[in-house]
């Protein structure tokens, strides 16, 4: 594996000086972390999933404590607290980090499934059926063997076309645990947040002000901003934005689509604005972005909610 000390890669991970097994920018990978002592108190600004191998681990995610043991997985969203972590002696633990970049680019279609489970929550573990962690070993085998190849010029490409495989396997687990243990109270007001982020998912022209939302959600857009700060701590503008990026990201990856064609896809009043638009947010012309060839690995993630 390629490996080396780190403290910082292109705005996304702090790493606090452990041993990173493998990065590319998007994707980072820490096999068989013991001393998490190292890494708190930290604030990624990556999704995280820890996934515990061995022994147990309490640690505080903003402010609430969470119990991980052997076969867990840990999903933690960008830019929370993680600290004062409690590992056992026999504790062992891999730790996956990817960009908000990548998960959208990977996780398109199922990408609702991650936001509701991974924002709404701040933090959610899911204990891994047999059958599951049978998977999730077979997935982390290949990656080994594909990142222990580095000559190999498409690594990156495969590394994350098997983390996508992995991604969407999870996603079917975080979906089927969804809503579970919860009072309905709770769960009602979840469900209405889970429908804005629906709205948004299946609407073609997403970049609307947040009160169309509400509107249709039957709503106030006070009670949609608040629902949208208790499951996630965005503003429902930021979740727009978000989404707009996301399908902006898609369309400027597909050479069949013109520049002005996307504009008019997407609801803006001429290529003009749309151009305004893409460089506010992602600090490139949409032709600069498309040449560039990728999902933004070298933006500052922290930009597109802005």
């Known amino acids: 594996m390629a490996n080396g000390k780190k403290t910082h890669h292109s705005g996304y991970v702090e790493f606090n000086g452990l041993t990173v097994d493998y990065i590319d920018g998007d994707v980072a990978i820490f096999d068989n972390v013991r001393d998490l002592s190292k890494l708190y108190p930290l604030k990624p600004m990556t999704n995280l999933l820890a996934v515990c191998s061995k022994g147990t681990l309490v640690l505080t995610v903003n402010g609430r404590d969470s119990h991980i043991a052997e076969s867990d997985i840990l999903f933690c969203p ?3 607290r993680i600290d004062n972590c409690v590992v056992s002696n026999d504790f062992e633990c891999k730790i996956l980090c990817l960009s908000d970049h990548i998960i959208q680019g990977l996780l398109r279609d199922k ?3 991650w936001n509701k489970a991974v924002y709404v929550n701040q933090t959610n573990i899911i204990h891994m059926s047999q059958h599951c962690k049978e998977d999730f070993g077979l997935y982390y085998a290949l990656v080994r063997s594909k990142i222990a190849r580095p000559e190999r010029g498409s690594s990156r490409e495969l590394v994350q076309t098997i983390v996508r495989a992995l991604l969407i396997e999870l996603c079917d687990v975080l979906k089927s645990d969804e809503g579970q243990n919860e009072e309905p109270r709770i769960l009602q007001s ?3 947040f889970n429908r804005f982020l629906n709205l948004l998912s299946n609407s073609e022209v997403k970049r609307r002000p947040a009160f ?3 509107e249709q ?3 106030s857009p006070k009670y949609l901003t608040m629902l949208c700060q208790q499951y996630s701590d965005k503003s ?3 979740w727009i934005v978000r989404y707009t990026l996301d399908d902006i990201r898609y369309y400027l990856a597909d050479l069949d689509y013109s520049i002005k064609e996307i504009a008019v896809k997407l609801g ?3 290529a003009s604005h749309f151009g305004s638009y893409v460089r506010k ?7 600069e972005y498309r040449e560039q060839g990728s999902w933004g690995q070298a933006l500052d993630s922290g930009a597109e909610e802005k």
């Open 78 to 80: 960008p830019n929370v």
């Open 111 to 113: 990408i609702n499934i």
């Open 190 to 192: 979840r469900q209405l």
């Open 212 to 214: 169309y939302y509400a």
């Open 217 to 219: 959600l039957n709503i």
């Open 236 to 238: 429902a503008s930021e």
């Open 268 to 270: 803006f009043a001429n």
């Open 281 to 287: 947010h992602l600090g490139l012309s949409p032709t």
